[in-house]
Nanobody, 116 residues
Framework: QVQLVESGGGLVQPGGSLRLSCAASTNMFSFNTGAWYRQAPGKQRELVAASTRGGNITYADSVKGRFTISRDNAKTTVYLQMNSLKPEDTAVYYC??????????WGQGTQVTVSS
């Protein structure tokens, strides 16, 4: 059973930066879509950023210009660089991977808190 292991969350002041990582427990050496979602208290889970195998990248309007998604196919890992963080970015962040052949997985979630 493949698991996605997330790291990099924490507490940061407004304007600060964090980098999230998500690695598959089994290295597949490539994967289809890698994405990050987030869920704030009392809100629905929303897409933050997604990266496809073909190179298409999508961002939520609220994070454009501040967040950057990247991937390392050889390590089956997806990253989210978050800069200029705002209190409204506070949420649990979940990674998602489509490893092909109908195999889709979610990470366990990592808390990001932006507060002074």
């Amino acid at each position: 059973q493949v698991q996605l292991v997330e790291s990099g969350g924490g507490l940061v002041q407004p304007g600060g930066s964090l980098r999230l990582s998500c690695a598959a427990s089994t290295n597949m050496f490539s994967f289809n879509t890698g994405a990050w979602y987030r869920q704030a208290p009392g809100k629905q889970r929303e897409l933050v950023a997604a990266s496809t195998r073909g190179g298409n990248i999508t961002y939520a309007d609220s994070v454009k210009g501040r967040f950057t998604i990247s991937r390392d196919n050889a390590k089956t890992t997806v990253y989210l660089q978050m800069n200029s963080l705002k209190p409204e970015d506070t949420a649990v962040y979940y990674c998602y991977m489509d490893l092909g052949f109908g195999r889709t997985y979610w990470g366990q979630g990592t808390q990001v808190t932006v507060s002074s």
